[in-house]
Nanobody, 121 residues
Framework: QLQLVESGGGLVQPGGSLRLSCAASGFTKDSYAIGWFRQAPGKEREGVSC????????YYADSVKGRFTISRDNNKNTVYLQMNNLKPEDTAVYYC??????????????WGQGTQVTVSS
Protein backbone atom coordinates (compact mmCIF):
# COMPACT_ATOMS: atom_id res chain seq x y z
CA GLN A 1 0.00 0.00 0.00
CA LEU A 2 1.32 3.40 -0.99
CA GLN A 3 2.37 5.53 1.99
CA LEU A 4 3.60 9.12 2.04
CA VAL A 5 5.34 10.72 5.03
CA GLU A 6 6.10 14.44 5.17
CA SER A 7 8.79 16.07 7.27
CA GLY A 8 10.61 19.37 7.55
CA GLY A 9 7.88 21.69 8.73
CA GLY A 10 8.32 24.14 11.57
CA LEU A 11 8.35 27.75 12.67
CA VAL A 12 10.32 30.24 10.61
CA GLN A 13 10.51 34.02 10.44
CA PRO A 14 9.30 35.92 7.39
CA GLY A 15 11.94 35.82 4.68
CA GLY A 16 13.29 32.53 5.95
CA SER A 17 13.49 29.13 4.29
CA LEU A 18 12.36 25.57 4.92
CA ARG A 19 12.72 22.36 2.96
CA LEU A 20 9.90 19.86 3.13
CA SER A 21 10.44 16.20 2.31
CA CYS A 22 7.93 13.59 1.21
CA ALA A 23 9.13 10.01 1.54
CA ALA A 24 7.14 7.44 -0.40
CA SER A 25 6.95 3.71 0.14
CA GLY A 26 4.84 0.84 -1.09
CA PHE A 27 5.16 1.59 -4.79
CA THR A 28 4.56 -1.14 -7.29
CA LYS A 29 6.42 -1.12 -10.59
CA ASP A 30 4.64 2.13 -11.45
CA SER A 31 5.56 5.53 -10.11
CA TYR A 32 3.41 8.59 -9.80
CA ALA A 33 3.62 12.33 -10.05
CA ILE A 34 3.85 13.89 -6.59
CA GLY A 35 2.23 17.13 -5.57
CA TRP A 36 2.26 19.44 -2.58
CA PHE A 37 -0.95 20.96 -1.28
CA ARG A 38 -1.60 23.23 1.68
CA GLN A 39 -4.51 24.17 3.86
CA ALA A 40 -4.62 27.23 6.05
CA PRO A 41 -7.14 27.60 8.89
CA GLY A 42 -10.58 28.43 7.55
CA LYS A 43 -9.49 27.99 3.94
CA GLU A 44 -9.84 25.28 1.35
CA ARG A 45 -6.95 23.01 0.47
CA GLU A 46 -5.01 24.36 -2.50
CA GLY A 47 -2.43 22.96 -4.86
CA VAL A 48 1.05 24.41 -4.41
CA SER A 49 3.37 22.47 -6.67
CA CYS A 50 3.72 19.19 -8.53
CA UNK A 51 6.45 17.21 -10.27
CA UNK A 52 6.10 14.44 -12.83
CA UNK A 53 7.74 11.04 -12.49
CA UNK A 54 10.64 12.06 -14.72
CA UNK A 55 11.10 15.34 -12.90
CA UNK A 56 11.07 17.22 -16.20
CA UNK A 57 7.58 18.63 -15.78
CA UNK A 58 6.72 20.86 -12.83
CA TYR A 59 3.81 23.01 -11.77
CA TYR A 60 3.67 25.94 -9.34
CA ALA A 61 0.80 28.00 -8.05
CA ASP A 62 1.16 31.68 -8.91
CA SER A 63 1.46 32.57 -5.23
CA VAL A 64 4.70 30.57 -4.86
CA LYS A 65 6.37 30.96 -8.26
CA GLY A 66 9.93 32.18 -7.93
CA ARG A 67 10.06 31.27 -4.23
CA PHE A 68 9.38 27.51 -4.07
CA THR A 69 11.22 24.76 -5.95
CA ILE A 70 10.06 21.17 -6.23
CA SER A 71 12.40 18.29 -6.99
CA ARG A 72 12.50 14.54 -6.67
CA ASP A 73 15.09 11.85 -6.09
CA ASN A 74 13.63 8.64 -7.46
CA ASN A 75 16.51 6.60 -6.05
CA LYS A 76 15.36 7.65 -2.59
CA ASN A 77 11.63 7.76 -3.44
CA THR A 78 11.60 11.26 -1.99
CA VAL A 79 10.19 14.56 -3.23
CA TYR A 80 11.38 17.87 -1.84
CA LEU A 81 9.82 21.32 -1.65
CA GLN A 82 12.37 24.05 -1.08
CA MET A 83 10.57 27.11 0.21
CA ASN A 84 12.44 30.43 0.23
CA ASN A 85 11.42 33.96 1.14
CA LEU A 86 8.54 32.63 3.19
CA LYS A 87 5.64 34.93 3.98
CA PRO A 88 3.06 34.81 6.78
CA GLU A 89 0.44 33.86 4.20
CA ASP A 90 2.39 30.64 3.53
CA THR A 91 1.37 29.44 6.99
CA ALA A 92 -0.58 26.21 6.57
CA VAL A 93 -0.50 22.46 6.93
CA TYR A 94 1.37 21.11 3.93
CA TYR A 95 0.43 17.75 2.46
CA CYS A 96 2.13 15.70 -0.19
CA UNK A 97 0.02 13.57 -2.46
CA UNK A 98 0.56 10.95 -5.11
CA UNK A 99 -1.18 11.59 -8.39
CA UNK A 100 -3.17 8.96 -10.24
CA UNK A 101 -0.81 9.31 -13.19
CA UNK A 102 2.85 9.81 -13.99
CA UNK A 103 2.21 13.42 -14.87
CA UNK A 104 0.45 16.08 -12.79
CA UNK A 105 -3.24 15.54 -13.48
CA UNK A 106 -4.52 16.86 -10.15
CA UNK A 107 -6.29 13.60 -9.37
CA UNK A 108 -4.92 12.34 -6.06
CA UNK A 109 -4.35 8.67 -5.34
CA UNK A 110 -2.99 8.98 -1.81
CA TRP A 111 -2.32 11.67 0.82
CA GLY A 112 0.33 12.10 3.46
CA GLN A 113 -0.55 13.09 7.02
CA GLY A 114 0.65 16.69 6.68
CA THR A 115 3.30 18.86 8.27
CA GLN A 116 2.73 22.29 9.84
CA VAL A 117 4.54 25.32 8.46
CA THR A 118 4.23 28.54 10.46
CA VAL A 119 5.74 31.80 9.25
CA SER A 120 5.77 34.37 12.00
CA SER A 121 8.03 36.88 13.67
Amino acid sequence: QLQLVESGGGLVQPGGSLRLSCAASGFTKDSYAIGWFRQAPGKEREGVSCVSVSGRSTYYADSVKGRFTISRDNNKNTVYLQMNNLKPEDTAVYYCAADQLQYCSGNVRSWGQGTQVTVSS
